[in-house]
């Protein structure tokens, strides 16, 4: 992700991702009221999440939109975090 985004594209970029999110359909997903997108750098891990009991991120379009290299950043942190970043 380009370091020069805006504040502006960085909130639509969010929103794009969490609209893409398919986290609620996995087994680890947890329901309390968050909208998922964890591999987001601004949103990251979630609150609520503590248990790895699968990962579908593979299979999730942003994946492949944002050439994602990690698994499970609801609990491990932002691809971003996970890099090192
Ligand atoms: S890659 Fe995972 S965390 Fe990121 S939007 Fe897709 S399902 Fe959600
Ligand atoms: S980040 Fe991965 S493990 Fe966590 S809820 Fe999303 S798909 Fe499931």
């Known amino acids: 992700m380009p370091e020069e985004m805006s504040p502006e594209e960085m909130e639509q970029k969010k929103e794009m991702v969490i609209s893409m999110c ?3 359909s996995c087994p680890s ?3 309390c009221g968050e909208k998922g997108g964890y591999c987001f750098p601004t949103i990251g891990k979630s609150d609520c999440i503590n248990e790895e ?5 593979g299979g999730c379009p942003v994946t492949e939109e944002m050439g994602l290299t990690n698994v499970y950043y609801c609990t491990r942190g932002s691809e971003k975090e996970q890099l090192g970043k």
């Open 29 to 31: 997903w947890v329901e």
């Open 22 to 24: 398919i986290c609620p």
């Open 53 to 57: 009991s699968g990962c579908i991120c």
